[in-house]
C-alpha cells in the first residue's frame, strides 16, 4: 500500500476543524501522513515590518497545533506542520500542494474561502475536483477506467 500525504488547510473556522476530522475519518490510512498548511497573508494596508510577520507566523502555528491535537485523538498519525506566508486567492496553497506531492487537499469551505477567488483559467496546470459539500475536498484528478465522478462526498 502507497503512503499518501494529505494536506488539511488550517484556518479559524469551524468547516476547516470539521473538514480535518472528516479527513481523518474517511481518508487516513496507517501510514499517510497529514501535513496541516497554515497560509497567512499581511494586511495589505499595514506595514510589512518583521514583528508583524513574526506575530502572525506565531499565531498561524498556535492554530496549526490545535489541529494537531485533534490528529493526536488518532493512532500513529503522522503530522507535520507549515505556516508560511502567501497570497489570499489560493496560489501559494497551490504550490506547495505541488512541492509536497500530496495526493489530497482538503479544504473546509466557508464564505471568506480563497476557493471562491480561484480565477477561471482554461485549462488549469493542475485539474482539480471540487466538492459541493461544506467539508469540500480537492485533489488532483488522475484518468481512471471507470466513468463517473471523481468527487468523494461526506
Known amino acids: 500500500m502507497d503512503v499518501r500525504k494529505i494536506v488539511v488547510v488550517v484556518e479559524d473556522v469551524d468547516a476547516a476543524r470539521t473538514a480535518l476530522k472528516w479527513a481523518l475519518h474517511n ?6 501522513f497529514i501535513t496541516l498548511l497554515h497560509v497567512f497573508s499581511p494586511a495589505m494596508n499595514s ?25 493526536n485523538n488518532f493512532f500513529n498519525t ?14 501559494k496553497i497551490a504550490a506547495m500542494v505541488r512541492e509536497i506531492g500530496a ?10 474561502s480563497f476557493l471562491y477567488k480561484v480565477p477561471d483559467i482554461a485549462p488549469p496546470k493542475v485539474p482539480y475536483k471540487i466538492c459541493p459539500d461544506p467539508s469540500a475536498i480537492i485533489w488532483r484528478s488522475r484518468k481512471s477506467k471507470r466513468k463517473g465522478s471523481s468527487c468523494i462526498s461526506t
Open 103 to 112: 495526493s489530497a487537499l482538503v479544504v473546509g469551505l466557508h464564505d471568506r
Open 27 to 32: 481518508l487516513l490510512r496507517f501510514g499517510d
Open 78 to 91: 503522522n503530522v507535520e506542520i507549515i505556516v508560511t506566508e502567501g497570497d489570499q486567492e489560493g496560489g
Open 47 to 71: 506595514s510589512r515590518s518583521k514583528n508583524k510577520i513574526r506575530l502572525l507566523r506565531l499565531k498561524g502555528y498556535q492554530l496549526a497545533l490545535s489541529f494537531k491535537d485533534i490528529c
